[in-house]
């Protein structure tokens, strides 16, 4: 998949025509793909190429950093998922820049002018161009002058409630994994490359990865049953723990992972872990002792979830 940063690395002309799939596509669940399909099918029929529009940072985070809510997935994380789904190109823009465009302006110089769009597909709830004054109305008029067709994508609904990141971001939280898996198609997972850390888990005879977060706040918390990639063929099973460990004295929320079966230096490496389901909430303990009777009692527990 071809990556754009810039507006200048925007090849112009366009080489092809494409289909122009809009949004911020964060967690990137089954109603984000029904937008990206129907950008995929578009592409082929024009025989052009499928291309994302997305923005760092999210419009949320751009505007009030404080309150913004937790990412779902990271900008890698998207980048390599919508690669898995057959995306073409994908065109990153800084969101302090699309946002000073007027509508109009955001249809003819960014959509028709950079990007050739020929078919943009939006969700039913799209809004663009400076104060979000863009519709979905406004981008068919404008559009057609320009000979663009528009695709507005209905909701996905769940057992009667409409998927969204913020319905997914709730069920995390509440520790709803079998909802959030139902509206991302998949397990949660988190990636990131592996880091050293305090060197505790393997002193108490449970050597974790610890993976670097990079967020401002984790959508996920607690104890959970994992499976782990980037490290084989096949995916590995373990435990796994976000937070900020209270134990020995809190801090940043970190994601550690106990691998099974597993002693192999993996610093520096790049992987994946998958939630599969959550065994309990973090807990502050009164002394390592006490925690480390619980990490057996965990590690039991993940293997029991992990082969049913």
């Known amino acids: 998949m071809r990556l754009y940063r810039t507006f200048a690395s925007l090849p112009r002309p366009a080489a092809e025509p494409r289909a122009v799939a809009v949004g911020v596509f964060d967690g990137l669940h089954i109603g984000h793909r029904a937008i990206l399909d129907r950008a995929r099918v578009s592409a082929g029929e024009l025989g052009g190429s499928s291309l994302v529009l997305t923005f760092e940072p999210t419009p949320k985070e751009f505007f009030s950093p404080e309150t913004a809510p937790p990412r779902l997935t990271r900008f890698r994380e998207r980048y390599e998922q919508l690669a898995a789904l057959g995306i073409d190109e994908l065109f990153c823009a800084r969101f302090g820049e699309i946002r000073q465009l007027a509508a109009r302006e955001f249809i003819d110089e960014l959509l028709v002018d950079r990007l050739g769009a020929r078919h943009v597909v939006v969700g039913d709830d799209f809004r663009f161009g400076a104060d979000r004054l863009g519709t979905v109305d406004a981008l068919r008029s404008y559009g057609a002058r320009h000979g663009i067709a528009v695709t507005e994508v209905p909701p996905v609904f769940w057992q009667g409630e409409r998927v969204s990141s913020t319905a997914i971001r709730q069920s995390l939280k509440a520790g709803d994994l079998a909802t959030a898996r139902a509206m991302l198609g998949r397990d949660y997972s988190i990636s990131g490359r592996v880091v050293r850390g305090l060197g505790l888990g393997r002193k108490l005879g449970f050597p974790t990865a610890n993976v670097n977060l990079k967020r401002l706040q984790a959508p996920i918390d607690g104890i959970f049953a994992?499976?782990?990639?980037?490290?084989?063929?096949?995916?590995?099973?373990?435990?796994?723990?976000?937070?900020?460990?209270?134990?020995?004295?809190?801090g940043r929320a970190l994601l550690e992972v106990l691998i099974f079966d597993f002693d192999r230096d993996i610093y520096g490496r790049y992987i994946t872990v998958e939630f599969v389901k959550r065994l309990r909430e973090e807990r502050h303990f009164a002394d390592l002792q006490s925690l480390q009777r619980q990490m057996h009692v965990d590690v039991a527990a993940a293997r029991a979830a992990l082969a049913g």
């Open 226 to 250: 994992a499976r782990v990639t980037g490290l084989g063929v096949a995916p590995l099973d373990g435990v796994a723990s976000v937070g900020s460990r209270p134990t020995i004295g809190g």
